[in-house]
């Protein structure tokens, strides 16, 4: 049964930073790209970020780039999410999901989601 | 930049037929765009229904299916039941390994 399970989250200053994590298991965490989704507050879902299966590749929504940076550790199929300079906007449900196949596109599972809020 | 356009809201009878569809604000979206479906309740995570157009995800009821419809990806849910209200978000892929999702449907079952 494939599982995912995203941790970190919390109460963070706007500038902060947090690093979130996604412990995966039940499926064969090399072979798959994994990506990030955002939820703000009563709003919808948002594209973050995505990274191949080797991690040789990387990709980023505009409004992270340069600030997120999405990395993996294929030896403890777990996947992160090191956020920087966090605005009040940035405050969502982040969502850790595996790609279906080896494509970059869409999302078969996905994690409950763990709660970033950027507040002073 | 490329908006991804989704109805705001729908709604349906019990056992009716329902297509919402995700079009691009410039473009058509077709079998590259790789759309997929993802289905919402409040407070829940999103379910996948429907990836690579038309690929039901594992547990999914056949009374979901997706498709192209003219220059739009559609969604079809047919029987519809009352556990069927929730938010539906459509997702494309751009290429270049950027994605876009929707505004989201509320679907209502009346």
């Known amino acids: 049964e494939v599982q995912l399970l995203e941790s970190g989250g919390g109460l963070v200053q706007p500038g902060g930073s947090l690093r979130l994590s996604c412990a995966a298991s039940g499926f064969t965490f090399s072979s798959y790209a994994m990506s990030w989704v955002r939820q703000a507050p009563g709003k919808g879902l948002e594209w973050v970020s995505i990274m191949s299966g080797s991690g040789g590749s990387t990709y980023y929504a505009d409004s992270v780039k340069g600030r997120f940076t999405i990395s993996r550790d294929n030896s403890k199929s777990t996947l992160y999410l090191q956020m920087n300079s966090l605005r009040a906007e940035d405050t969502a449900v982040y969502y850790c999901?595996?790609?279906?196949?080896?494509?970059?596109?869409?999302?078969?599972?996905w994690g409950q989601g763990t709660l970033v809020t950027v507040s002073s | 930049q490329t908006v991804v356009t989704q109805e705001p809201s729908f709604s349906v009878s019990p056992g009716g037929t329902v297509t919402l569809t995700c079009g691009l604000s410039?473009?058509?979206?077709?079998?590259?765009?790789?759309p997929s479906w993802y289905q919402q309740t409040p407070g829940q995570a999103p379910r996948t229904l429907i990836y690579s157009t038309n690929t039901r995800s594992s547990g999914v009821p056949d009374r979901f299916s997706g498709s192209i419809l003219g220059n739009k990806a559609a969604l079809t849910i047919t029987g519809a039941q009352a556990d069927d209200e929730s938010d539906y978000y459509c997702v494309l892929y751009m290429g270049s390994g950027i994605s876009v999702f929707g505004g989201g449907t509320k679907l209502t079952v009346l």
């Open positions: 999901a595996k790609s279906p196949s080896g494509s970059l596109a869409g999302s078969d599972y």
């Open positions: 410039s473009g058509s979206v077709s079998t590259s765009s790789y």
